[in-house]
């Protein structure tokens, strides 16, 4: 094949910014247009079926403005199923359309859709919850499967869209699963892991539901099939997608889907490559696909048409779908330019829409190292926020060491770390922490506070790691204290779901018998179990106090970096292993709060600040809205514990 040169002038030459790639439905006709620059003739290949079994016409294409080729069928072609048959150099492929807002089974064929006919009743105009900064808010990240599959979750549609939007839900003891559970406990956004099309797991297949966590795209402006009632017909999982939106956003939360733009499954076989050979991927300088993503392959963001089908494909699903925002999987590969024109793009649609990603990548890019979206540069990307891997470690230790400890559960020297963390990334005159990115966020909504996501241990697996011999009781405390780090740090509270229900991925394949990596393995390891919220009745009340607390003081949810290091105070203790800080009051807040984390095993004594009295709120086993008592002068703080004091001013 041709080696074709996507320099500055091609790309000059045939960039193409019309808003109409893809089939453009009316009731009168449907229209085509797909770029394909290079490519010598481009047929439209018409299906009845979308396993295209049932072959019908096929339709030569005519080469129009900027490398695109057009088709017209006349009359109403909802339901029709197409592809495009490219040929490139004397080569031909039948490829997928980038643009298919709707698939046949497994994604191997697109299908016309009139998506007006796909909105649940309401759904057009419908009223979301407000949106409220990513400060204010509590992220919750599931999987489909992992939310609704479990017998006690008490779920009429497991594993699937309509699942995850159904209210009523109950465990064995009667308490409340999925939707309810999620608003009782008080988050705020639901944070889906990917729901648009993906590769691996066999939708045809609906009697032997396969598990993936969907890191492999396929059709990304699609959702995935295996999460509805009935994957071979295409206006069905953008029907009941729609659905699970409005039902959740019924109930008063908000939607973010983990979009992974980085990478595809299988970078030959993905449709864009078929069509336009070797565009959409970063090539190293010998011609091999370069591996930014560990996953065999890395998009071309850079690439002008690449760039464009990024920002499509999000506005697209923020418009159609009425997404409340995205979590951008392995943002370093992507360029900022990609992420900026992104911002102002989705701006247009709604400025409230939130933006933030990994800043990191899974391996060398072919793209240079300033253009790439890192948490360093996250101060560079307004509007785009990042994980804060610094809390996520410093809390409990290394991602990539098991048995490494952090703060809570018995190492040292983590006390500057956590103060730095506290402060949502933006740094403070008093925190000197040493580390590779230094200040790397310039407003706190910019800073993901976690301690567990679906990558690496669960955070209580990850206890069991690192501390094989505490009891139980020993690591609960450490869980609490983990939880009310993030609960009362500065920035954005991200946790994993069923963090609040000490959740474990128990395995017999591993040797320790829980799981690092669960991204293949049964429902049986992934699954949230409904039936243990009674047992963990404590932990969840503690986790449900937090936020309400959170929610409750706005002094924990500042919105500036000059207010951070201005209203936060803090204090020197003669105890290692121990941070404490003072929130000052403001001209809006008439309240202080008085911060103490204690990791050591024994309880240290600790001076309030100041004169007065001060009321408790958050201790080693309470948290929420209810004063546990008053105190003043000083005051001795349990071992492995959070104690969070309110004084009116
Ligand atoms: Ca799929």
Request: contains cysteine.
């Amino acid at each position: 094949m041709k080696h074709w040169n996507y320099n500055e002038e091609f790309e000059e030459k045939y960039k193409y910014m019309g808003d109409d790639l893809g089939a453009v439905y009316t009731p009168e006709k449907t229209a085509f247009r797909v770029w394909a620059p290079t490519a010598d003739t481009v047929t439209l290949k018409l299906y009845e079926d979308g396993e295209r079994r049932k072959p019908l016409d096929h339709v030569q294409m005519k080469k129009s403005e900027r490398g695109t080729w057009v088709a017209e069928l006349s009359g109403d072609r909802n339901g029709l199923y197409y592809n495009y048959e490219v040929t490139v150099d004397s080569v031909t492929r039948e490829a997928v359309d980038p643009y298919a807002r709707a698939v046949g089974v497994n994604g191997e064929c697109g299908m016309v859709i009139d998506l007006a006919a796909t909105d649940p009743e309401g759904f057009a105009g419908e009223e979301r919850p407000q949106m409220i900064l990513l400060t204010d808010a509590v992220i919750y990240e599931s999987h489909v499967r992992d939310l609704t599959v479990d017998e006690g979750a008490g779920n009429p549609y497991p594993g699937k869209f309509l699942g995850v939007g159904v209210t009523g839900t109950k465990n064995r003891d009667g308490a409340s699963t999925g939707l309810d559970y999620m608003k009782e406990l008080g988050v705020t956004h639901l944070q889906l892991l990917p729901v648009y099309d993906y590769a691996t797991v066999n939708e045809a297949d609906t009697e032997n539901a396969m598990y993936n966590w969907g890191y492999d795209p396929k059709n990304y402006n699609v959702p995935e099939g295996s999460y509805s009632t009935d994957p071979f017909h295409g206006e069905v999982r953008v029907r009941e997608f729609k659905q699970m939106v409005q039902a959740i956003h019924k109930e008063g939360l908000l939607v973010i889907m983990d979009v992974v733009y980085n990478h595809t499954y299988d970078a030959e076989d993905f449709c864009f490559q078929k069509i336009v050979p070797d565009y959409f991927f970063r090539k190293t300088e010998d011609g091999r696909f370069s591996d930014g993503s560990a996953c065999g392959n890395e998009t071309a963001s850079d690439h002008v048409m690449v760039r464009k089908y990024i920002i499509d494909s999000v506005c697209y699903w923020a418009k159609e779908y009425h997404i409340d925002g995205f979590r951008f999987d392995l943002m370093g590969v992507l360029d900022k330019e990609t992420m900026r024109e992104l911002r102002k793009a989705v701006d247009q649609i709604n400025p409230d829409i939130a933006l933030y990603g990994e800043g990191w990548t899974g391996g060398p890019c072919a793209i240079d190292a300033g253009e790439r979206c890192m948490k360093a540069d996250t101060w560079q990307l307004d509007g785009i926020g990042a994980f804060n891997d610094d809390i996520r470690d410093s809390i409990k230790g290394s991602v990539f060491y098991a048995a490494e400890p952090g703060f809570v559960n018995g190492g040292s020297g983590f006390e500057e770390a956590i103060r730095f963390s506290v402060t949502g990334a933006v740094g403070h005159p008093a925190v000197h922490f040493d580390n590779e990115a230094g200040v790397w966020a310039e407003k706190p909504e910019q800073s993901i506070n976690y301690v567990s996501c679906h990558d690496n241990y669960t955070l209580w697996d990850k206890l069991k790691e690192s501390c094989p011999d505490a009891s139980v009781e020993v690591r609960k405390a450490m869980n609490n204290l983990a939880a009310a780090i993030v609960y009362t740090a500065q920035g954005v509270p991200f946790m994993q779901a069923g963090e609040e229900l000490l959740r474990s991925k128990p395995t017999d394949t591993t040797a320790d018998g829980i799981a690092e990596n669960s991204y293949n393995l049964p429902d049986e390891t992934n699954r949230i179990r409904w039936n243990t919220r009674s047992e963990h009745a404590d932990v969840f009340a503690y986790y449900q106090g937090l936020i309400a607390f959170r929610k409750a003081h706005a002094g924990l949810r500042m919105r500036t970096a000059e207010e951070i290091a201005e209203r936060i105070i803090f204090k020197d203790t003669d105890w290692k292993n121990v941070v404490a800080y003072e929130i000052t009051g403001s001209k809006e807040q008439k309240e202080r709060l008085f911060v103490v984390y204690n990791a050591n095993e024994q309880a240290v004594r600790v001076e309030l600040p100041g004169d007065g009295t001060w009321e408790l709120y958050i201790d080693k086993n309470h948290a929420g809205n209810v004063p546990l008592g008053s105190v003043s002068e000083n005051v001795q703080v349990e071992g492995i514990s959070a104690a969070v004091f309110v004084q009116k001013i």
